[in-house]
Structures are given as structure tokens and as C-alpha cells.
């Protein structure tokens, strides 16, 4: 699906929906956001790109009206723009999708589809007029393509499916219930939690809305913003580097202006892929793992310096799998047996007392405490025994020194010790979750989706020091939605059909198998051709 030259060829004559002019933000000592400009016109897709910590949130942040710029200045329809805050924002006409969910999971669809707007709805300022919510709501999916009951409780649906929903709210609700005819629609990583059917759903969204929105559209996959943008901006330490026409740049201009570098030729640092030693005593056993309605039977395993990658469409259950291997979610049966210790029912207490460390997909709800230092965060898994004495006193000079020798080697970037982690973006916030485990020396590591929402500069650093740790005999299982990160990394796949294993893939330097490939495995059988162009 391409971008109309219509709409690719703007005149300049036309003042745009928004223009932000010289804006700058700083936090104390440090500089987020240093004279930024750009204008964003209507029926346009204006995108921003850049690493991890180059201001692109704070920027987004200023937009919604949740802080203000310290100097310069935001026209909206060429009147002054200064929301107080970001319900200010919403009736100007700013909506957001944010780069974490922000649906209330325990109403119905219909709820989260009008949230902040339910007083619009009332009868005699005194009672919800439901019949009305659901009829607004029911035009909203209708209108985004979507294939959902708007009565249904919101967390019925599957994460791919709440992103949807979320994606409506903020694409349709602007017209459907505040009647704003042009908004401006602010995307922060909307794909990133979206399966392939449902991207394709969201692309025919933005492309049926343009002619009444305008969207800035900030995402990590750059083949996503060539695909849909008019025009990029690359941003780097919190400044505007370049401006270019989306037909006339490609992946490695963007990278290179974003990084300061040409993207390597071995992104995934194949070339230091080990080979499994079949002699070695396996890591990690897992023998009969089942949860119900999740996954069924499972049986692998991972040996010294082996990456064993774990793919599968959304609903497959491997995100669930991983945190039975690592005794968050207790299974109902099978037994994990870890660096040649007795098989047991996995407890992720005792897990972690026998060197493995866990990583979980969703960093804000279940990796972070967000509004704690840095530090604390780092140490969140050692309490007991790394940063307190045998009298549980807490060793606070060695919890601050640890953590600045993560800040410094994994490049946590506007970090501290002390920096509050919510203060971070959220490929640095990742890493400070790596911090927390690295910090413990694990012996088998378990990632679900590591590099969701990571530009390609910290991808790469991840990348490496994956390599770095097997090359140091730790056991890695990826669990991951990215297909390329399945076939650059591991040495061998499993593919998780319906809770089920349903093929072993080997990957080696002559073996590796095409995305394709990898998807045909992840389809129940009798699936038609164009089916496998849809995976995760």
C-alpha cells in the first residue's frame, strides 16, 4: 500500500495543522529537548525517528499536554497551543495512543472507547445514557474495521486486540464524540503490540483517515514509517538532525542520521552464533510443562551458550510458557530442572536462587516499579543477598555502584543512579530491567520480547550482549514476536502451535530458514496461501 503523490506533494503555501517552532525542555541539568521545530499538515503522516533517549516521548509529552516547553511556542489551526493538561489537550483536538496501554481492562469496550467523555453522555447530569455510548462506540470499530463486541469486557480480548481498540480511540473518537473535523492523532509505538492482521487493519485506518487527520507517527521499525510517512524527522539528543521526503531516504540514511553510524552488515551478529555442543550437560530441562488452556506437554532443552528461540502467532502461548519456565505463573503440571539441579515444579523464588533471571514482556506492569531510582530498580532482585548484610542492613554506596556500572556498560542513556525510571524512555528502561538480572550473573536467562518498542541502535547493543553472555556459557531462551530476531539469534526454534510444539527449526551458517518458512509452521494446517503473509 503506497503513499498518494497527492499526498506526498504539500505546498508550502498552506499553513499547517501544527507548527512547533524552537521548543526547548530540560530537566534540571539535562537538555531532552533543544530548539525543535517542525510542522505538521492536514491529511499529512509526519514521523519522527531516532534512538531511545533522543526526546521523541518528551516531545510527544508537550503535544498530549503533559508538560510544557520551557521556551518557544505550538500553533494549533494557527491559534496559540497550550493544553494545562492532557484532558485540555483531547478537546483541542490532540489524541494519543501511548507507546504503553491505557485501557481500563475491567469495563466494557464501549467504556474505554469514550473514556474521559462519559459526562457527554449523561441524562440530567445524573445517568449514563448507555444505549448512546454503544451506539458511538459501535460506530467507532465499525469505522476502524474491527471485528468487535464494544458490551464485552475489554480484557476478554487479547493484547493484539486491546491495541486495536486503543488505536480506534484515539483515531475515531476526536470526530465520533467531540465532532472535531481535522484532529491531529499522536501514534507512539501503535504497532508494536499488533499482529500482522491486525497491522494491516491499522495501515487501511490511517490511509481512510487522512483526508479528515493528521498523525504523528513515532515507531522503531523503519520499514513501518517508509511505508506510511510523507515526511520524517530524525531526532538525535533531543535536536531535530534531519528532515527528509519519505520517497527520497531508505532504512540506512535513517539509521545512519539516527546513530551516527552505518548499520552494521551482522546486525544480529551471526557470525558469533555458537555451535551447540551436544557433549554439554543442558542448562535448562523442561519436562511436561502444562498449563491449562495455555500451553500443553512441553518438553526442551537448552544447553551452555545455545539460544533456543520460542515463536509462534499471538494466541500460541508462548509468552504464558515463559513465565511458566520461569515460575511466575505456576504451571498445573511438568517440572524444570536448572543447571543440573533435581526437577521440580517451577517456583520462581527458587528459580532465581539457581541462576535464572526472567524478562518479561511488558517492562511497565510487570518489570519496573517506575517511580523508583534507578538503583532501586537495579537491585529489585537482590535484596536479600547482593545489597543487605547477613544482618539485613541495606549496603546503599554498593546498590549506587552497581547500578552506575550498568548505566556506564550497557549505556542507559540520562541515567543515575538516582533518575527516577519513569524519567527514562523506553528502550533505556528495558535495559535497566536487564541491569536488575545481569547484576546477578544468571545461568539461564528467559526473554519475552526484549527489543518490543527499542530503536535499532539499542537493538544492536542488546543483540550484543546476548553474544557477549553466551559466549560466557549462559543459556538463553527468546521468546519473541520478531521473526528476524528468531532467525538471527538462536541456534534453533521452537514453534509453539495452539500450547502445542509443532516443529524444531535448527538454524545454522547453510540452514537458515526464510520468515516465510517460519510462519508456514506457525499456521494450523489447511490454512490457504495468503495466509502466510500474516504472521506475528
Request: net charge negative.
Amino acid at each position: 500500500m503506497g503513499v498518494s503523490a497527492q499526498s506526498r506533494e504539500r505546498r508550502d503555501a498552506v499553513s499547517p495543522l501544527l507548527r512547533v517552532e524552537s521548543v526547548s525542555k530540560s530537566y534540571g541539568p539535562v537538555t531532552v529537548l533543544q530548539d525543535v521545530s517542525l510542522d505538521i499538515e492536514a491529511g499529512s503522516v509526519v514521523s519522527i525517528v531516532g534512538e531511545n533517549g533522543a526526546g521523541k516521548s518528551t516531545l510527544m509529552n508537550m503535544l498530549s499536554g503533559i508538560v510544557a516547553p520551557d521556551s518557544g511556542s505550538i500553533r494549533l489551526r494557527q491559534t496559540r497551543f497550550a493544553p494545562s493538561d492532557y484532558r485540555a489537550a483531547t478537546e483541542l483536538g490532540v489524541s494519543r495512543v501511548f507507546q504503553e496501554q491505557s485501557l481500563v481492562l475491567n469495563v466494557p469496550v464501549y467504556a474505554n472507547l469514550v473514556l474521559g467523555q462519559a459526562h457527554r453522555f449523561s441524562r440530567f447530569g445524573v445517568f449514563d445514557d448507555r444505549r448512546a455510548m454503544i451506539d458511538v462506540a459501535q460506530r467507532i470499530v465499525a469505522d476502524a474495521g474491527l471485528d468487535i463486541d464494544v458490551t464485552r469486557i475489554t480484557a476478554t480480548y487479547d493484547f493484539s486486540a486491546r491495541q486495536s481498540i486503543e488505536i480506534a480511540r484515539a483515531c475515531l473518537a476526536p470526530h465520533h464524540v467531540l465532532g472535531i473535523e481535522t484532529p491531529l492523532i499522536l501514534l507512539d509505538e501503535p504497532t508494536s503490540a499488533l499482529d500482522r492482521r491486525d497491522e494491516e487493519t491499522f495501515f487501511t485506518l490511517i490511509e481512510t483517515l487522512r483526508a479528515r487527520a493528521a498523525f504523528l507517527f513515532v515507531s522503531h521499525r523503519l520499514s513501518e514509517v517508509l511505508r506510511i510517512a510523507d515526511v520524517i524527522y530524525v531526532m538525535k539528543d533531543g535536536r531535530i538532525v534531519g528532515r527528509r521526503a519519505a520517497s527520497q531516504t531508505d532504512e540506512n540514511e535513517l539509521h545512519s542520521l539516527m546513530v551516527g553510524r552505518e548499520r552494521a552488515d551482522d546486525f544480529y551478529f551471526q557470525s558469533r552464533r555458537r555451535a551447540r555442543a551436544h557433549s554439554d550437560a543442558p542448562a535448562l530441562v523442561v519436562k511436561g510443562l502444562t498449563l491449562a488452556g495455555e500451553y500443553h506437554d512441553i518438553d526442551f532443552e537448552v544447553r551452555a551458550g545455545e539460544i533456543v528461540g520460542i515463536g509462534g502467532l499471538l494466541d500460541s502461548g508462548k509468552s504464558a510458557l515463559g513465565k511458566g519456565i520461569a515460575g511466575v505463573d505456576e504451571p498445573d503440571a511438568g517440572t524444570v530442572a536448572l543447571n543440573g539441579q533435581p526437577a521440580r515444579r517451577p517456583d520462581i523464588v527458587d528459580a532465581v536462587a539457581h541462576g535464572l533471571a526472567y524478562v518479561p514482556a511488558e517492562r511497565l506492569t510487570d518489570g519496573l516499579i517506575a517511580s523508583v531510582s534507578t538503583a532501586w530498580n537495579v537491585s529489585l532482585a537482590s535484596g536479600r543477598d547482593l545489597f543487605s548484610n547477613r544482618w539485613g542492613a541495606w549496603r546503599i554506596e554498593r546498590e549506587r555502584r552497581v547500578a552506575a556500572r550498568y548505566i556506564e556498560s550497557l549505556r542507559i542513556r540520562s541515567a543515575t543512579p538516582d533518575t527516577t525510571t519513569d524519567r527514562l524512555s523506553g528502550g533505556n528502561q528495558q535495559k535497566v530491567v536487564l541491569a536488575r538480572w545481569l547484576c546477578r550473573e544468571p545461568r539461564v536467562l528467559v526473554l519475552d520480547n526484549p527489543t518490543r518498542g527499542i530503536d535499532a541502535g539499542a537493538k544492536e547493543d542488546i543483540y550484543g550482549l546476548l553474544r557477549d553472555l553466551t559466549d560466557q556459557g549462559v543459556a538463553i531462551v527468546l521468546i519473541t514476536d520478531e521473526l528476524l530476531e528468531l532467525i538471527g539469534l538462536a541456534n534453533r526454534v521452537l514453534i509453539l502451535q495452539r500450547g502445542r510444539i509443532s516443529a524444531e527449526v535448527d538454524i545454522g551458517p547453510d540452514a537458515a530458514p526464510t520468515e516465510r518458512e517460519l510462519v508456514a509452521h506457525m499456521l494450523p494446517k489447511g490454512r490457504d496461501e495468503a495466509a502466510l503473509d500474516t504472521h506475528p
